[in-house]
């Protein structure tokens, strides 16, 4: 049967020939030229970068940005003058001020508050009237031991007076020996009866003395503890009034027993040690006193003494039981090199400064001692030599510089910073 021209056609179109032609050349010219031109791209962008990170660095490599010069011009820097003068060696501690005295007035007697003489927080005399209690009880006591007595008296005197008569009998021979000895020994007797009756007098006034309470030291008195009105007993614990010296005052502080070595050798000289007291920020002086003594014995479980100082207190900046810090001088360095602190800087374990000479910064070790405030004691350089004092993240040895400004005084800055003695302080900031 003859076939279908048109299913023959269908099936031709749907199956192509086994044969199949080959790949064009220039589709792989293309895919080649792409590959090309994407490392070019990357090649250039890398070469771009590695360009931009070597001309950023090298002008620290020349020493444009870290070293003064050619590069980065002088560095700019402020300086100060080495100084020759005395600065002292301070021991440093909390203090607490003590009072010399504080008096707690409690009652003697039995009775009743009839006036407080005081206001809170006055400052009183020794003497002065503080509190009355009831009196007039004993008073009456008073006055009946005072006639007891003056009743014996007048029995004392009648007898004496028979013991002259016993006496210029017997001369006599009027008398036996017997009659004059008893009366003697009756005068005797009726001197004793006085003389408990004296005392009894003296106990009643003290009563009555105690009924009028004074102020037994010079001082500030307290808050009001009573009242008129008021029932107080002998003895009871009750607290009328405290007054508390504060002129002069003490303060007790506490200093390291390695401390000794430098305090004791003064004290045998009789050497009177200056003790400086400072606020809580260790900023403002407060008062200036003298050391008085040194506690006996040392406190082991701390391996520190306590030591007392007097100030006079004149202007009572100090107040009983405030805390203080406290700076012991011990001694003072005469015609030691002095620079400003803020010159030291540190690298490790070393110490130097920079020394300015012929517009250039030279770096010199030096040995740093007392540190007191914004001056350093050091060995090293001599006084005269000028030192930088700011901009050391831009200096090296050798370093190019303009001087900005000359600090000829090394602790002129009036807030100074304490330091313990001995110990080295410095800044390496600008």
């Known amino acids: ?38 490392l070019l791209f990357f090649g250039a962008g890398f070469f771009l970068v590695l ?17 003064g010069g050619a590069g980065g011009g002088p560095v700019t820097v402020s300086a100060a003058t080495a100084q020759k003068g005395n600065i002292g060696v301070y021991v440093d501690s ?14 003697q007697v039995n009775g009743i508050v009839t006036d407080v003489h005081y206001a809170e927080g006055q400052f009183v005399r020794k003497g002065d009237p503080l509190i009355d209690i009831d009196s007039r009880p004993y008073k009456a006591t008073l006055m009946q031991a005072q006639g007891i007595l003056e009743r014996d008296q007048g029995l004392l005197a009648q ?13 006599r021979n009027a008398i036996q020996k017997q009659t004059l000895d008893d009366q003697e020994k009756l005068v005797d007797q009726i001197k004793g009866t006085v003389k408990n009756d004296e005392g009894t007098v003296q106990y009643d006034q003290i009563q009555v003395d105690f009924c009028h309470i004074v102020s037994p030291i010079t001082g500030r008195v307290g808050l009001r503890l009573v009242d008129p009105g008021n029932v107080v ?16 005052i003490t303060v007790v502080f506490t200093v390291a027993e390695d401390a000794l070595g430098q305090i004791q050798p003064q004290l045998r000289k009789r050497a009177k040690l200056v003790v400086e007291a400072y606020d809580r920020t260790n900023q403002q ?15 082991t479980t701390t391996g520190t003494l306590k030591a007392r100082a007097s100030f006079p207190n004149t202007d009572a900046s100090l107040f009983p039981n405030q805390f203080v810090n406290s700076r012991l001088l011990v001694n003072t360095l005469v015609g030691a090199t002095l620079i400003p602190t803020a010159a030291v800087q540190h690298n490790g374990q070393a110490t130097f400064v920079y020394v300015l000479q012929d517009n250039k910064a030279r770096t010199r070790p030096v040995t740093v001692g007392v540190t007191e405030g914004q001056t350093a004691e050091v060995q090293g350089v ?15 040895d050798g370093s190019a510089i303009s001087i900005a400004n000359a600090n000829p005084n090394p602790g002129s800055n009036p807030q100074r910073r304490r330091t313990a003695p001995g110990s080295t302080s410095g800044s390496s900031a600008p």
């Open 159 to 171: 007898a004496q007076m028979d013991v002259a008569r016993y006496q210029a009998a017997w001369a």
């Open 382 to 396: 001599n006084p005269g030599d000028v030192l930088a004092t700011s901009s050391f993240d831009k200096l090296l």
């Open 51 to 67: 360009r931009h990170t070597q001309s950023t660095q090298t002008p620290a490599a020349g020493g444009g940005g870290r070293r």
């Open 94 to 107: 909390i203090g607490t001020v003590t009072p010399v005295y504080t008096a707690s007035i409690t009652s």
């Open 1 to 38: 049967m003859p076939s279908d021209p048109n299913q023959h056609a269908v099936v031709t179109a749907d199956q192509p020939p086994a044969s199949t032609e080959p790949e064009k050349p220039q589709n792989k010219g293309v895919r080649v030229l792409v590959w090309i031109a994407l």
């Open 285 to 299: 002086k407060i008062a200036t006193g003298t050391l008085i003594t040194l506690d006996n014995q040392i406190d």
């Open 233 to 248: 007993q002998a003895n009871g614990g009750t607290v009328l009034a405290v007054v508390t010296q504060i002129q002069p």
